[in-house]
């Protein structure tokens, strides 16, 4: 075994009424690629947030390279070769990606006392070769894709680990394929498996198929401890759920068995649906609980379609029909009144009024039915915020809870609950566990099948093949803007993620 | 594709993304001044029409360059402050209080004092100073950038009446008159003033590492500070930058009016905030240049004088007025949705 | 230090009112009265020659007097008149300018309650009458109709050939009643001159910078203009500026209104033709002598025609030819005003 490059020893950090991390032992050694798992709330950020300086711990020691070290803030810890590429992105979004890259330390580009752009750009090109990033340097980094953001961040914090010659810099993943497509995830990935040689990565990610093929090590966190330190290539996925959650998860993760046959009602018809240069006419039904699966590669359409059903753009022809009555195209308010639900991917911008309460935004929609004498009643709110967070299960301390204060499943439980108090007939969920713990996910399946039970038509998109596969009970394969393949996925009978993907790529 | 990124499978290229901008369009797509322009273009396409053609005479273009001056040293030095993502409204006490100075040190009618050009420095510190207190007030005092420089435009408004007593101080042979009052080429001095303070500060904006801070900040102030931007030194600098501004810009409304009272300052904020608009700089921060500021003076300018020029209804000018405007704002608004909004 | 104590007794003055309520039981009354005057500000020069006409006719009549300022504030202004009541034990005479024409109303209610004598100067609203309340003497403006038709007079007297060419004119804020007034005078003359053309106007907010901006625009579109008739002094020089660099000074002059030292300096050196001189230290007399001739049973305030209750006066007409007359008179020295015939220069009845 190589060298450890970086070693924390019995690290605490309380916070008033919780222990955040208790005594943990975290060590990364030189070229190694370690996978770190937990719940929500297991303390995978709070130790990151000291890996970096951002929080200090307690108790306990921060060794690097050997030596004593106590890290001030993240921009000490990049100088000293530890950084972390977040979750959210910590660049800033006006500046372009040069500057973005060389942000506070463009004093090694002065020529006459101005920034040469010359020598950035040559530096800037170079850095971003390590990452196989050809990008116009120009542009502001609010106008690229997740995918580049994290590359510029990782090419930011290797290019300053050169500057400041530190051996074997130590990069921090925070969930880095949630926003990424398939593609952009394999590459990722195997960038990541280059740089190996130069540096340590330390990958946080609950999707478990990804940690468990990429790294050489897994750490599993569980309530603020380390519960368990294994080879990756001797781990199972079962098990590090176990370890994870701390029971045996469910064998069938999808809820196969609740998996309902279509009814013989059509809630949702297209014809000839199209858009421009972005997918070609279309015609499909979904039926009274029906869940249908669209997949294919970014730039195939599907998510401007699923935008295009729920209002949010609007077609260039064709007609789209809820239970045989045409809606206005690229009208949302007419969608949400026929009944067409849609939980968007980004929750957090879209989906939910992060600075209201769950009660609020759960009642949003049925606002009406809560009247007494043409005035909103609180107890008729409150009773029917209630009876959905106990439905959906949402863990809040009350329903005067802030969504803005609740973990990411709650988050989109609350979401999911609000189109389940509004009688909808058609729900478009976009990537509905993306960010979402183990624990989460099941309830949010849970949720789904119950809409299927009581009718509600369903078009997903999901993080994974498998979840695709597993949830859906038809699938329908889009490619470059045309639906190439139909799919039908019925229980115990799906068919395998190798048998779709030829379709799909 | 629907984005401009381009995602592709490893295999195929070196190189997985990559940007398709193509270069020809694009300095004109980023300036952040097409809108402007052509705000600008059709202002004075308008008038120019509406006038026979004497809008753009020579006399008429050296008019509207040498008002648009001192509106576009203020807005330049204002505008800094907003891509910072905060607001200087002290401006107009900060000129007052130079101005009372100017009145009282330049060769005057009032007493004896004569400091000769030295007035220059010592305007430009007055104002400097007023801005470097109003950026301590609000990085280390925490008090928002609205309520400080309000406050501090209160005081120096309130300090420059007590000491002139509300007089008007006449100036007598004042060194820079000429400058202020002359012509190169046939362009007034005062534009070709304005247009170097412009030059310096967007070749700051553009080559400098203050110039990535404050943008920085303005962005994002907090990721800005993580990654070790030093965002109260660089405020307090613009702060003082933007008083500098409204020091020399009070200087030369002094020598040009050729007297000093402290009323000079009034009616000067409420332009300069329309110049910075209209002229594309992002009221939220972290978008627009000096460019947009000067454009922006220069704009609001030309529409002034071309009202005048028309002879619209002194009435109706301020309803013409705010609809221009508004329609100046509404062609830049676009560009601003690809920017990133706070 | 004298006015620092004199501050000392209007706060002090406050609080009593606060404390004791306005009974004025706290100080006894004086033997003699007070003479008291609420005005704006002591940043004006112009209402600063309140202050010193008034303690001119003070130490004359050998009386004390107090100064109340508002400073922009309505509230400021009627409280310090309320506590200079009740300090004086309502044993007082009141000269005022109103912060803004609605506070008449307020002061007048709380003066004539109290029996003070009080004139009020410059603004009040036009449908409120002073004779409605017994102890409001009278209301004085100066006669702004007047003031604008002596500077349009002059103006075209001054033209290339009198009585004949182009003017381009400043107006103030549109909808100020002095502007209106000597707006209206302007179109007076201009009526009985069909010679002159008014060729454009513009309203520069009484503001110097404004007026320079306005004026190089207009000489632009009119570049052939003979002269520039301005509302007030301050954009007249704003104009004289704007002449300056287009080569036009002292061809094309400029009137004004006010009479401010630059501009009597402007008349002087043949860049500008008149001006109306408001004698600040003369209205501050005249107010306090009819208030405390009321006060003193001098002058029966019942018995005077309304036409003597709300009027104006003509303010002092400044030309090249008596300007170094008027400022050796007027700015260098306090004249002796002949205080015995209030109604003496009357010009017009206000409606």
Partial sequence: ?????????????????????????????????????????????????????????????????????????????????????????????????MENLFLCHEIGFRHFGFLSKRKMRDAAHAALGTVKVAADLDTPVSETTPAVRQMIEIARLLWLSKLYQQRNPVLILDEPTTVLTDDERNTLFSIATELKSQASIILISHRLQEIVETSDRILIMKD?????????????????????????????????????????????????????????????????????????????????????????????????????????????????????????????????????TIAENVNLLVLDHLKVGGFISPQREKKNALRWIQDCRIKAPSPSTMCVNLSGGNQQKTVIAKWLSSKIHLLVLDHPTRGVDVGAKDEIYRLIRQLARTGVGMIIMCDTLEEDIGLCGRMLIMKDGQLVNEVNCPPYRKPSPSDIISSIV | MPNTVTSMLPHRSTSWLSTSATKGRKWFQRSGISGQLLALIIVMGIFTIGTRGKYLSLVNLQVILSLAAIPAIIAIGLHQVVVLGAIDLSVEGVVAFCVVIVGFLAHNKFNANDVGLWIIPITAGVGGGAGVINGLLNTKLKIPSFISTLGMSWVLWGLAVFVSKGQTIPLLNNPLRAVVNGYVLGIPNLAIIAFLIFAIIQLVQDRTRFGRYLYAIGGDEVLSAQAGVKVHQTKIFVFGIAGVLYGLAALFLAVKLDSAQAITGNNLLFPAVTAVAVGGVALTGGIGGAKNAALGALIVTALNDGLILLDVNPYAQQAVNGAVLVVAVALTIDRKKLGFIK | MKTSIRRLGEIVGVFGTILLGASGSAEAAPASPTLAISIRTLSSPYQVMYKVGAEAYAKQIGLPLDVLTTEANSAKGLTDIKAEVARTGGNVAF???????????????????????????????????????????????????????????????????PGQGKIIALQGRLGDTPNAERWQGLNQVLSKNPGVQLVQWESAQWDRTQAYNDTKAMLVAHPDVDGVWTANDDMAMGAIQALQEAGLAKKVLVTGCDGIPEMFDAIKSGLAAATVFNDGKYQAQLGLAMALAAKQGKLNVASLPHKYRQFEIPAVNVNRDNVNQIVHDYIENTPTYDLSDFFGKWSVAMP
């Fill in chain 3, 95 to 161: 000269f005022i300018d109103p912060n803004d024409a609605s506070d008449a109303v307020p002061i007048a209610k709380t003066l004539d309650a109290a029996g003070v004598y009080f004139v009020t100067w410059w603004s009040k609203p036009a449908e409120i009458k002073v004779w409605d309340y017994p102890h409001w003497v009278a209301h004085v403006s100066f006669d702004g109709v007047a003031a604008g038709v002596y500077t349009a007079t002059e103006l075209l007297n001054t033209l290339k050939t």
């Fill in chain 1, 224 to 356: 603020g401890k380390r519960v368990a330190n294994i080879q990756a290539r001797h781990a199972g996925i079962p098990e590090i759920e176990q370890m994870m959650v701390g029971h045996a998860f469910a064998a069938d993760r999808f809820r196969e068995d609740e998996q309902i046959p279509p009814g013989d009602q059509v809630t949702l018809t297209l014809e000839n649906v199209s858009k421009r240069g972005v997918f070609e006419p279309l015609n499909f039904e979904v039926r009274q609980g029906e869940i249908i699966s669209l997949v294919g590669l970014v730039g195939s359409g599907k998510e401007a379609l699923c935008r295009c059903i729920a209002g949010l753009e609007k077609p260039d022809t064709g007609s789209i029909k809820l239970a045989g009555k045409r809606l206005t195209p690229g009208s949302p308010s007419e969608a949400v009144r026929a009944g067409i639900g849609h939980i968007p991917i980004d929750r957090r911008s879209d989906g939910l009024a992060l600075g209201m």
């Fill in chain 1, 1 to 97: 075994m190589s060298a450890a490059v970086l070693e924390l020893q019995r690290i605490t950090k309380r916070y008033p009424g919780v222990v955040a991390l208790d005594g943990v032992d975290f060590t990364v050694y030189e070229n190694e690629i370690l996978g770190l798992v937990g719940e929500n709330g297991a303390g995978k950020s709070t130790l990151m947030k000291i890996l970096i300086g951002l929080i200090q711990p307690d108790q306990g020691t921060y060794r690097l390279r050997g030596a004593p070290v106590v890290i001030k803030n993240p921009a000490h810890a990049a100088n000293l070769g530890v950084g972390m590429v977040f979750q959210e992105g910590c660049l800033v979004p006006n500046l372009s990606i």
